[in-house]
């Protein structure tokens, strides 16, 4: 008998197999083999030993099938047993079904259905589909990941993008390896004077006058290295620009790159040129007069505005004069401005009378800043006209609360008196609330200096002693700089 090929299985006679033999063959080519009739009884259960993860089922034997089905898999067992109950071959002789045994182990079985001597009896031969579902959970898993891993790439890349593209100077991605262009933003691309598009892929050593690749990327590589050095000088080759470049040298995935800004060297001093300019013009142009003095209040520089409230001819006339000449109480406003000025910085919404050169007074209000510059020190002061204020300002301002005005308790204690004391009484005690308050003012203006307050005040300074203490204001300050 020929047993090549097919031929073996085409005889006549069927090679015989005996019971034994044929548990045998069923039991190592199904993971599982079950006996069932055609209502769903299980007759026999045979488990691969070759397979031990599905573990003892001998408990299925003599009930019915459906208990140890998922819901979702019972239609196609059904159809399948009435097929072969009504003797009529089925579309389809596989079935993929999920099994559950002892309410929380479920694992899939692909079976094949197939006949038997006894048309009561089939044999179904099963093969456990968990190995297939893992490997298909964790390609699931891995494309999961995959995709998360992707949205995060093209969230840090849209970052980054937006960065290179909002920051104001110019930024370029070398690879140290090849030399070439990796990325730039569009300052860069507009400084060496070519699209995004060319600039990127090409080396970067040709974009600069004079250079060699090896020397030039080397120079920057060793120049982010070393803190004390400067910045690598180059000449632009497109534009013939001057420019500074700041390399700063990273690793990104093992490979060695260079972030270099890249600075033009008329970049600080075009800058500072601007803000010299308009600071300039606003000195000539502004409708505020502006003072700069030595630190002794001496004119230095004065603007046309100043000029034009002292009635000055030129320049020429004020230079050189003190400041103090020109205020109302001369250097006691002087030094109320200066000292508060050196002391803090500045002082601000000083009120005091400006006089001009030929006597005449107009009401203004000052600031003044403190200066210190290369080793020089002194004031500048800003003068506002005021008197058309005092025209239009409602003469009850004088009352309202404020600093250096009456307060709301002295003005209420004032009311109070009203109906329980003579007019003459109450003009007098609002006058010595308002006479207490300019006192007060006054001493806090000159830093507690009296003889200055005094003057301020028009007072003497044995008038100004009787004053404090008639309302208790020697004890509030121990210090005095009475000199």
């Known amino acids: 008998m020929n047993t090549r090929g097919s031929d073996f299985w085409d005889q006549p006679s069927a090679p015989t197999i005996g019971p034994e033999q044929f548990n045998e063959i069923v039991t190592t080519a199904a993971d599982l083999a079950l006996v069932l009739d055609t209502e769903g009884t299980v007759k026999s259960v045979i488990v691969n030993p070759l397979n031990p993860t599905l573990g003892r089922l001998d408990h299925w034997k003599d009930r019915d099938i459906r208990e140890f089905m998922a819901e979702d898999s019972l239609s196609k067992l059904e159809a399948q047993l009435e097929a072969h109950r009504d003797g009529k071959k089925t579309a389809v002789d596989a079935i993929e079904v999920n099994h559950f045994d002892n309410a929380n182990w479920e694992f899939p079985i692909r079976y094949t259905v197939h006949k038997t001597s006894n048309p009561d009896i089939i044999l179904m031969l099963g093969r456990d589909l968990r190995p297939i579902a893992e490997l298909q959970h964790r390609l699931v898993k891995a494309q999961l990941a995959l995709e998360k891993d992707y949205e995060t790439h093209r969230d840090y890349e849209t970052r980054y993008r937006v960065i290179m593209e909002a920051v104001r100077d110019a930024m370029v991605l070398v690879d140290v390896a090849s030399g070439r262009i990796v990325d730039l933003n569009s300052a860069a691309a507009q400084m060496l004077g070519a699209e995004i598009d060319t600039l990127t892929g090409s080396a970067f050593t040709q974009e600069f006058d004079g250079r060699r690749r090896g020397e030039f990327i080397e120079g920057l590589v060793v120049a982010s290295g070393d803190g004390t050095g400067g910045p690598i000088t180059a000449t632009t080759r497109r534009g013939k620009i001057d420019v500074s470049l700041h390399p700063i040298v990273f690793r990104a995935a093992g490979d060695k790159s260079l972030l270099c800004r890249i600075e033009s060297a008329k970049s600080h001093e075009t800058v500072a040129v601007e803000l010299s300019n308009t600071l300039a013009q606003l000195y000539r ?70 006089e001009g050169a030929y006597g005449s007074q107009l009401s203004v209000e000052m600031s003044a800043t403190h200066l210190s510059a290369a080793g020089a020190t002194g004031f500048a002061f800003v003068i506002r006209d005021t008197s058309r204020m005092e025209v239009v300002r409602e003469p009850s301002a004088a009352v309202m609360p404020g600093p250096g005005t009456m307060s709301d308790d002295a003005m209420r204690n004032v009311m109070d008196l009203v109906g329980s004391a003579p007019l003459k009484d109450i003009v007098a005690a609002t006058t010595d609330v308002v006479e207490k308050m300019c006192i007060e003012t006054a001493v806090e203006l000159t830093d507690n200096n009296r003889v200055a307050a005094a003057e301020m005040l028009g007072l003497s300074r044995q008038s100004l002693y009787v004053k404090l203490r008639k309302y208790g204001l020697l004890s509030r300050s121990d210090r005095s700089t009475d000199s």
């Open 285 to 354: 142009e502004g409708p505020d007069a502006i003072v700069i003095t030595d630190a002794h209040g001496t004119i230095r520089s004065a603007n046309d505005a100043f000029l034009n409230l002292t009635d000055a001819g030129s320049l020429a006339d004020v230079r050189g004069r003190s400041l103090a000449e020109f205020l109302a109480r001369a250097s006691v406003d002087l030094k109320v401005l200066t000292d508060n000025a050196a002391r803090s910085g500045k002082m601000r919404m000083y009120a005091t009378r400006l």
